[in-house]
């Protein structure tokens, strides 16, 4: 079974995200260990420099295997192409580590450090929305690859 | 203060997107009066042309003001882009309707009567995931326009 990791810069505070983070995590672990990773929000520093490396220093420490990072930038995927690329990672990694970056975006570092770029949406989402939608698309992309009626 | 209708096929069954919307609409409160209206799933069919039929029927009955179609191949806006083109819209309609089509999409007839379609991602959401997403671009729209700090 395949690890995937879910590296987040910040936690999730609203109970209706833990709640479905939750639910997503349970519906994933019939196909996948899957971790998520809560690093510090370095909103000690007033510079957004700074801030940046500091929480870049942290994300590069816990990529392991292919790494994906998810980046308003980055390249656009249908809900069956990326089921298709997560396929193709899996078959020569054991392990795929996802990165969401913080309020301000990951330093260069990081996106030098990751193996993909992945963009969900050309609109800026809150991070508790959007590590959601990030499970809940490699939720989707199992039940694809298996041929799942997919849980509504 | 503008209307904003957002017209969704089928209704929010969970806890957490049924608190995650509550807490949008309080946000948006302040912004706009927003509407949401749930119209039935016809899944009583089993045509999924019949379906989408009957549920465009549906949706051509509400739609009022500018219409806006929720669409796989729409057009793709980052959030500042979003929210200068319902700045513009504004400008010249007092309504606004945000369609969401059922599990099936919309019929050609839906796809003609709207004025404009946005897509969000390349990638398929479910409609309640989806939902919350618009009610937050929405709401980000509008903090943008009126030069507001996100309310995280």
């Given at each position: 079974m395949i690890t995937i990791n879910v590296v987040c810069v910040g936690n999730l505070k609203e109970k209706f995200s833990l709640d479905e983070q939750k639910e997503y995590l349970k519906r994933l672990s019939a196909f996948c260990k899957l971790n998520i990773i809560e690093l510090k929000e370095q909103?000690?520093?007033?510079n957004v420099s700074v801030i940046k490396e500091k929480e870049g220093e942290d994300i590069i420490k816990n990529l392991s295997g292919f790494s994906v990072l998810c980046d308003l930038k980055g390249k656009m995927f249908s809900s069956e192409t990326f089921a298709k690329e997560l396929e193709d990672i899996s078959m020569k990694n054991s392990k795929i580590t996802f990165v969401i970056g913080g309020s301000y975006g990951v330093s260069e570092n990081v996106k030098r450090a990751c193996n993909l770029h992945i963009s969900f949406s050309s609109m800026t989402f809150p991070h508790n929305l959007f590590r959601i939608m990030l499970l809940e698309q490699i939720y989707r992309a199992f039940t694809i690859l298996n041929g799942k009626t997919y849980h509504k």
């Amino acid at each position: 079974m395949i690890t995937i990791n879910v590296v987040c810069v910040g936690n999730l505070k609203e109970k209706f995200s833990l709640d479905e983070q939750k639910e997503y995590l349970k519906r994933l672990s019939a196909f996948c260990k899957l971790n998520i990773i809560e690093l510090k929000e370095q909103n000690k520093f007033d510079n957004v420099s700074v801030i940046k490396e500091k929480e870049g220093e942290d994300i590069i420490k816990n990529l392991s295997g292919f790494s994906v990072l998810c980046d308003l930038k980055g390249k656009m995927f249908s809900s069956e192409t990326f089921a298709k690329e997560l396929e193709d990672i899996s078959m020569k990694n054991s392990k795929i580590t996802f990165v969401i970056g913080g309020s301000y975006g990951v330093s260069e570092n990081v996106k030098r450090a990751c193996n993909l770029h992945i963009s969900f949406s050309s609109m800026t989402f809150p991070h508790n929305l959007f590590r959601i939608m990030l499970l809940e698309q490699i939720y989707r992309a199992f039940t694809i690859l298996n041929g799942k009626t997919y849980h509504k």
